[in-house]
């Protein structure tokens, strides 16, 4: 049942993400801003949408939840990973507490 669940949520992602565009493949940036934030408002529904589930005890949207907070995760990595690999460690941490 999980494996079917999360197979649905990959399809819809990938549909909600090339719905109505022109990809040219030589140009495609994978991990672009344009595609992390996708990413990031399709786990935040996904939470939402197991939070407001579960209050009505449909316990099936559930791992919902845990692909959400994984597809978060796992963007908030990488975002980590490219700020510094931008801005060096010192202004790194600087941007971090002064900005």
Known sequence: MFI?????????IFIFLFK???I??????FMSVDYT???RGAAIILVI???STCDYGLR????LGGIGVSIFLILSGF???ESYKKYGLTDFWRKKFYE
């Open 60 to 63: 099936i949207f559930t791992p």
């Open 4 to 12: 079917i669940i999360s197979e649905v949520t990959t399809l819809i």
């Open 20 to 22: 109505n565009r022109k």
């Open 79 to 81: 975002g980590i990973s």
């Open 49 to 51: 949408l197991m939070h």
């Open 24 to 29: 040219n493949f030589s140009d495609f940036n």
């Open 37 to 39: 934030n996708i990413l």
